[in-house]
């Protein structure tokens, strides 16, 4: 099944909080899974990504965890502020010859002061 | 700007006319996708194109919906006789020569946002 699942759907988090979201997929061929951000009435973009050989990934306050046998993956955004409010998006890519990529429904995180 | 170009931002089309949505790709990609969003939904793969080529066009609509990235000039997504259902954002990305295994990243442009009265 070429589907990515996103939960939650949407977030309320305190400043200085952890915002945690994640996803799963079925597909076993998917061998590359980036998170993209999307602030309103912008176009998405890259935040981080991860390969299936590593099992965490960990870039400023973002960090992508992933377990292979469970076929799941999450962002935790550490110490959230209020400019991560955003539509995020978690996604899997084909090992194909080019880059198809299967998103998430996205999840709409809100920090709040 | 060396982004991805996305024009119209915003369109406006009665039921039954046709819509047509331009990108150009950031320099040096030959790659364009498109995607298209539903409010509170996910992006959806529309079609996949190279120069002259259509690589995938799995999710593209059978009827009204066509693509094309001629040798010269922008990419283009066309829909003809529009209807209400059509209403969406329609975002198109462009990427390097190459796999996703290599990097992944699809570059979006700020995307196209068609609504249809």
């Known amino acids: 099944q070429q589907q990515v699942k996103q939960s939650p759907q949407s977030l309320i988090v305190q400043k200085g909080g952890i915002s945690i979201i994640n996803c799963a997929y079925e597909?076993?061929?998917?061998?590359?899974f980036p998170w993209y951000q999307q602030f309103p009435g912008k176009g998405p973009a890259l935040l981080i990504a991860i390969r299936p050989d590593v099992s965490e990934k960990k870039e400023g306050r973002f960090t992508i965890s992933f377990n292979k046998s469970a076929k799941q993956f999450s962002l935790h955004i550490m110490d959230s502020q209020p400019g991560d409010s955003a539509t995020y998006f978690c996604?899997?890519?084909?090992?194909?010859?080019?880059?198809?990529?299967?998103f998430g429904p996205g999840t709409s995180l809100s920090v709040i002061p | 700007n060396a982004g991805v170009m996305q024009n119209p931002r915003h369109l406006v089309r009665r039921r039954g006319q046709e819509a047509r949505l331009r990108c150009s790709p950031m320099?040096?990609?030959?790659?364009v996708y498109w995607y298209r969003q539903l409010p509170e939904e996910g992006l959806k793969f529309m079609v996949y194109l190279q120069k002259e080529n259509i690589i995938d066009e799995s999710g593209m609509p059978k009827e009204r919906f066509s693509a094309e990235f001629p040798k010269e000039g922008p990419s283009i997504l066309r829909i003809q006789q529009v209807v209400r259902g059509d209403s969406a954002a329609y975002f198109c990305?462009?990427?390097?020569?190459?796999?996703?295994?290599?990097?992944?990243?699809?570059?979006f442009g700020e995307g196209s946002r068609l609504t249809v009265l």
């Open positions: 320099k040096g990609h030959s790659h």
């Open positions: 597909n076993t061929a998917f061998d590359y």
């Open positions: 996604a899997a890519s084909i090992r194909t010859s080019y880059d198809k990529v299967i």
């Open positions: 990305a462009s990427s390097l020569a190459g796999s996703a295994a290599n990097t992944g990243e699809l570059f």
